[in-house]
């Protein structure tokens, strides 16, 4: 501890470079393929690249000074402690696994730019006022089980055992025994729930191209959007192609492509960031020459504001049914989401913007359109979520990528805005 | 011979009805599930059920007092031969092969309703001056090879021994292995090459609701529509559903939910007859929360006016690329089938006409809007195709129907109609 605080000295871009780059390649190898898992890296919960990644990670952070220690959920954490008694702590990462098949920097990017941040504080600055934790989040893309943020979930309480009863992977290993072949949920470990947490930052690729395309480095994220996801069926009658009169037809294929137009129509027009996307469909019995007898297909829709995304769909489903009344085929949808709009901490975003502001990197506030553990934590403390660049918005894909540079100047914000909150 | 003709004498329905309900239950056991085929009969080209029924019906020939023989690509004549001497042929049938899964009457309605008209008129007023053949054709579907038409088409010279050369089922069994386990294909049975047809008459299920929803017995067609079938791509962009603005995206499903729409706009404005089905699509990546980068779709156009067709997919193209450049997207297409539409013979149809309205049963003149083996001979030879309805158009499916009062009617056309052209 030291009686006066030091000025802080951030290192230079160029310092950071290296380890940053090295670090991201490093990790990418668990689960990768390819030198440096520059082909993808499909890395999922409890797997044995899983197991293996959290492993190099705990002996990286006992490494860097930081004392490892898992819950039983899996999640890893590495403990900087402080010297104040109240015992709360500064949390910041982000989540170990990924999607199947995909890159180097979504979830892993965070773990090591905190776990750089906070080895660099620890090693010019020792020990801190608050304590730090730097998190391996075990699960958050549902990409093996259907489960998501079963890491931050957890930690949280919105996530428990219960969820998990019954459900298991492609493979029919049951979540249960996955967890017990890792050495977790058999009480070894502390459970994961937690009291003590005073704020949560996370640092991640966008997964969009609003930052690249308008030319700033870090994005400050004001809220995770809400999000509703419907499944949606329009019933008509198959019949022959050929000799089928228009006017006899009920044309389930037609009747959606007027219900998905208005979708793109509806939502362009709205003009005020609102997202609406069909991404998915069957058709029924899906034949040239047959008229469609059933389609159903995803409707997606997203807005930092609950009540718009509310307004747009209650009346998109009024114009709806009247479409497919004119057409003389039924409608029927199904909500099977519906998440609210989660707001990040003004401060801690005010904190970070000042900092930009002195380091003199662009940025600028935006919203995420994706979800993220930090919209679990953000509901339970407050939460920063910052994110840098992702080349051409591509995500969830081998070809992920943000340039190192880009990276390291998350890191550098990441260690000031540390600094400010723990010493 | 008879020196004078006698006045012809029709039999009553109630006499032929139970023949021809008889029949239809006889020849459905063969392929067929269920009692009588009433759950599906599957029929195709040279498969052992295939074989077990042209058999019976060659049986069935000779018990009638007709001279079967085969050709050597399996069609089977049953011929009755007449007295004059230029040896031209009044054809007479249907095709006997099914798709999967399809119904009692689709093809085999027309060669039971051919056998019973001439088996009667033989019994009844012996030899007729013109010879009459029923044929069951070997092949029409197109449900076992990908190749239809296989029995009319090697008779009038549109398909021949090269195009089917390469060409197996799903199974992996070649068309050549197919012909030579049924014992066709070695040169045992004559050439199906014919030069000697007279006409050519089908009785075949409407396989629409025209009939039915009109309340008429019999359909004279005029022509079996041309049509073109193309498969359109277009191509556009993934993307993140959620991080994505509206005004970035290049959504290939929003295009191709547009112009679907269109083409269903223009048919029912068109209202002259034409009828334009989109029955296919596929979506990719088909994900609810990924931007679509590709779909394709099928596009089937059909009238009996060639031009009419050209000038419909001409205009429609011109829009669909405007709609196309306007949302980024981009549109390929590709036309696989283009048939002209064929006349049925004028002077034939007249001849029913004037039969049906003496026996008082109501008619109408329509165009068919699917293919039939009537749409080879018919630019081959004159070509008389005659409708029974189909019960609530349900074609293709085991539930297809048609009451025997209805099938009757057929057949009591056909014997004024074969005698009057042959005796």
Redesign the interface.
């Known amino acids: 501890m030291r009686i006066e605080q030091q000025p802080l000295v951030v290192p230079s871009p160029t310092d950071l470079h290296q380890q940053v780059s090295e670090m991201i390649d490093w990790l990418a190898t668990y689960g990768g393929q390819g030198e440096h898992g520059d082909h993808g890296v499909t890395r999922t919960l409890y797997s044995p690249a899983w197991q293996a990644a959290q492993s190099a990670l705990e002996h990286c952070m006992r490494e860097g000074g930081l004392i490892p220690r898992y819950d039983d959920v899996g999640n890893l954490f590495g403990r900087l402690s402080g010297t104040e008694q109240d015992g709360r702590v500064i949390l910041t990462g982000s989540h170990l696994d990924t999607v199947v098949d995909g890159g180097k920097y979504d979830g892993a990017y965070g773990i090591i730019a905190s776990f750089i941040a906070v080895r660099y504080l620890k090693e010019h600055y020792g020990t801190p006022r608050r304590s730090i934790e730097v998190v391996s989040l075990c699960e958050e893309e549902g990409s093996r089980f259907p489960m998501t943020y079963w890491g931050s979930g957890s930690m949280t309480g919105i996530r428990d055992m219960q969820q998990v009863e019954g459900i298991a992977d492609a493979e029919g290993i049951s979540f249960r025994e996955a967890m017990g072949q890792a050495g977790f949920g058999m009480g070894i470990h502390p459970s994961p729930r937690r009291d003590d947490l005073e704020c949560f930052i996370e640092l991640h690729v966008?997964?969009?191209?609003?930052l690249e395309?308008e030319g700033q480095s870090i994005g400050l994220v004001s809220h995770i959007?809400g999000?509703r996801?419907y499944e949606v069926t329009v019933s008509g009658e198959s019949?022959?192609?050929?000799?089928?009169?228009?006017?006899?037809r009920r044309?389930a294929?037609?009747t959606?492509?007027?219900l998905?137009?208005l979708?793109?129509e509806w939502?362009?027009r709205?003009g005020d960031?609102?997202?609406?996307?069909?991404?998915?469909?069957e058709?029924h019995p899906?034949?040239?020459?047959?008229?469609?007898r059933e389609v159903t297909f995803?409707l997606?829709v997203?807005h930092p504001d609950a009540e718009v995304i509310r307004q747009f769909c209650e009346a998109l489903f009024i114009e709806w049914k009247k479409i497919a009344a004119a057409q003389g085929t039924t409608l029927t949808y199904h909500k099977w989401m519906d998440e609210d709009p989660v707001a990040m901490s003004e401060t801690l975003a005010s904190k970070a913007q000042m900092i930009l502001a002195r380091q003199g990197i662009s940025h600028r506030r935006m919203t995420?359109?994706?979800?993220h553990d930090s919209q679990v934590f953000g509901t339970y403390c407050p939460t920063s979520l910052l994110f840098v660049p992702s080349h051409l918005?591509i995500?969830?894909s081998p070809r992920e990528f943000t340039g190192t540079d880009e990276l390291v100047c998350g890191v550098r914000l990441l260690i000031e805005l540390l600094y400010e909150l723990a010493y």
């Open positions: 966008e997964q969009g191209e609003v395309r959007v999000q996801r019949n022959h192609a050929g000799t089928t009169p228009m006017e006899w044309d294929l037609l959606a492509a007027e998905i137009r979708v793109g939502a362009k709205q960031g609102l997202v609406a996307t069909v991404g998915r469909m058709i899906n034949v040239g020459n047959v008229i469609a995803s997606d997203r995420s359109g994706a979800g918005g995500s969830h």
